[in-house]
């Protein structure tokens, strides 16, 4: 009695694994032909309104067939109401209602230029041009902009007329930037290489 009552559920177990077997098969699986029956159930035939017949007009036409829905005059077009129909009414006291006041348009915006043009004289260049010569660390391109309203590309040009040697601040910088960028991490490196190759894509169009 104890054999058969411990026999008895691996039994049923190895019976009904063929039928759990297939029942997760069945539930996984596609449904046969999904996508022709999806399309035959999409394809719906046009209103009759909408097919040209003989008594169709020949011009352009505008067919207006709502929806059947019960008749309200929110949704209802003005234009369609006969005149005689009352719903013209509503329709006239209602817009009396949800009228908005008249709306005032906002005063014109007036672009304001930060940076004028054609200000500087030629005492402020040789004023720029003796700043950097004297104390090129101190006088950056940015604080001579600042300092004189004008943009750092005009300090640039000037500075390059007055026999200004910017080499070592330029090998400076670099020498900064690939410091930086020898503590780099693989990741950011390969993000850094990865935004320099979409910038060339995006320029080239592609």
């Given at each position: 009695?104890?054999?058969?009552?411990?026999r008895?559920?691996a039994?049923?177990?190895?019976?009904?694994?063929?039928?759990?077997?297939?029942?997760?098969?069945?539930t996984?699986?596609?449904?046969?032909?999904s996508?022709?029956?999806?399309?035959?159930?999409?394809?719906?035939?046009?209103?009759a309104?909408?097919l040209?017949s003989?008594?169709?007009?020949?011009?352009d036409?505008?067919?207006f067939?709502?929806?059947?829905?019960a008749?309200?005059?929110l949704?209802t077009p003005f234009?369609?109401?006969?005149k005689e129909?009352?719903?013209?009414?509503?329709?006239?006291?209602?817009?009396?209602?949800?009228?908005?006041?008249?709306?005032?348009?906002?005063p014109?915006v007036?672009?304001?230029?930060?940076?004028?043009?054609?200000?500087?004289?030629d005492?402020d260049?040789?004023?720029?041009?003796?700043?950097?010569?004297?104390?090129?660390e101190?006088?950056?391109?940015?604080?001579?902009?600042?300092k004189?309203n004008?943009?750092?590309?005009f300090?640039?040009?000037c500075?390059?007329?007055c026999?200004?040697?910017d080499?070592?601040?330029?090998?400076?910088t670099?020498?900064k930037?690939?410091?930086?960028?020898?503590?780099?991490?693989?990741?950011k490196?390969?993000?850094r290489?990865?935004k320099q190759?979409r910038?060339?894509?995006?320029?080239?169009d592609?």
């Amino acid at each position: 009695m104890d054999a058969r009552l411990i026999r008895r559920p691996a039994i049923d177990l190895l019976s009904g694994r063929g039928q759990c077997l297939l029942s997760l098969n069945a539930t996984s699986r596609r449904h046969q032909s999904s996508f022709r029956r999806t399309k035959q159930h999409l394809n719906i035939k046009p209103d009759a309104s909408f097919l040209l017949s003989n008594n169709s007009p020949r011009q352009d036409h505008i067919v207006f067939n709502p929806p059947s829905s019960a008749p309200s005059p929110l949704i209802t077009p003005f234009k369609f109401l006969p005149k005689e129909d009352k719903r013209r009414q509503l329709l006239a006291k209602t817009a009396e209602k949800v009228a908005p006041a008249p709306a005032r348009l906002p005063p014109p915006v007036t672009r304001k230029r930060g940076i004028p043009h054609h200000h500087l004289s030629d005492t402020d260049i040789a004023e720029i041009q003796r700043l950097k010569r004297e104390e090129p660390e101190k006088w950056t391109n940015l604080k001579l902009s600042r300092k004189f309203n004008c943009s750092a590309m005009f300090i640039s040009i000037c500075l390059s007329q007055c026999g200004y040697d910017d080499t070592a601040a330029r090998q400076a910088t670099k020498a900064k930037e690939e410091a930086a960028k020898a503590r780099w991490g693989p990741r950011k490196r390969m993000a850094r290489e990865d935004k320099q190759r979409r910038m060339e894509l995006a320029l080239r169009d592609e």
